[in-house]
């Protein structure tokens, strides 16, 4: 039962252009978001998150949008650059889930960004 | 800034052996969450600690266990290894602190990568 969910396995974006990666999740308890970044052979990278209580929120390059009432988020970079290259994995946390909430992970979007 | 350390890097079992892995986490982070990665899959998380005892448990094989030390680090340790448990298996740590303000952010190791011959 995947809970979260990231329909577009790969995504090319130009350069200088915008890169949308969308996540859409099932579990109306999750009320964390976070995006993380992973090069291959590497650990993810945390990269920007939002509380449910936000609708969005900015980090520089990346702005992370959340539709509460859709069940989806997505996450903006702007402009593109070739080192954003990676695949980015979309993560939720439910509280109920004990003192230390677990994140479970979407099945990641591959970005690529040409010159 | 430290980040979090896993050790080996890289390790090659046989079938049926028995395998350590450790993990580090950044200094001053008292929770400590273990994942698996299989090969195109995402991050799937198995065991989680806070403060030396175990808060939350996934999909972990009975084979398998875990534990947090006094000075926070962890071990899994895999026994009777089987070809499916090939994977990468990643470290994550946070803190209470951090949760208490709000955030979840779950900081990751490099990773182990397991292969089982």
């Known amino acids: 039962d995947q809970q979260v969910k990231q329909n577009s396995p790969s995504l090319s974006v130009q350069e200088g252009r915008i890169s949308i990666l969308n996540c859409d999740y099932t579990n109306s308890m999750f009320d964390y978001f976070l995006w993380y970044k992973k090069y291959p052979a590497e650990g993810p990278t945390f990269l920007i998150s939002i509380s449910s209580i936000k609708d969005k929120n900015e980090d520089g390059r990346f702005t992370v949008f959340l539709n509460k009432s859709a069940k989806h988020l997505s996450l903006h970079i702007v402009p593109s650059q070739p080192g954003d290259s990676a695949v980015y994995f979309c993560a939720a946390s439910d509280p109920r889930t004990g003192t230390a909430s677990k994140l479970t992970f979407g099945t990641g979007t591959r970005l690529q960004v040409t010159l | 800034a430290a980040g979090v350390i896993q050790s080996p890097r890289h390790l090659i079992k046989e079938k049926r052996e028995t395998a350590t892995l450790k993990c580090y986490p950044i200094?001053?982070?008292?929770?400590v969450y273990w994942y698996q990665q299989g090969p195109g899959q995402d991050p799937q998380f198995l065991i989680s600690f806070y403060e030396k005892m175990q808060s939350d448990k996934g999909s972990i094989p009975d084979r398998f266990s875990a534990q947090q030390f006094s000075d926070y680090h962890s071990e899994l340790n895999m026994s009777s290894l089987e070809l499916g448990d090939s994977a990468l298996y990643f470290c994550?740590?946070?803190?209470?602190?951090?949760?208490?303000?709000?955030?979840?952010?779950?900081?990751f190791g490099p990773g182990t990568r397991l292969t089982v011959l």
């Open positions: 200094p001053r982070h008292d929770t």
């Open positions: 994550a740590s946070s803190s209470k602190k951090l949760r208490l303000a709000g955030t979840n952010e779950q900081f």
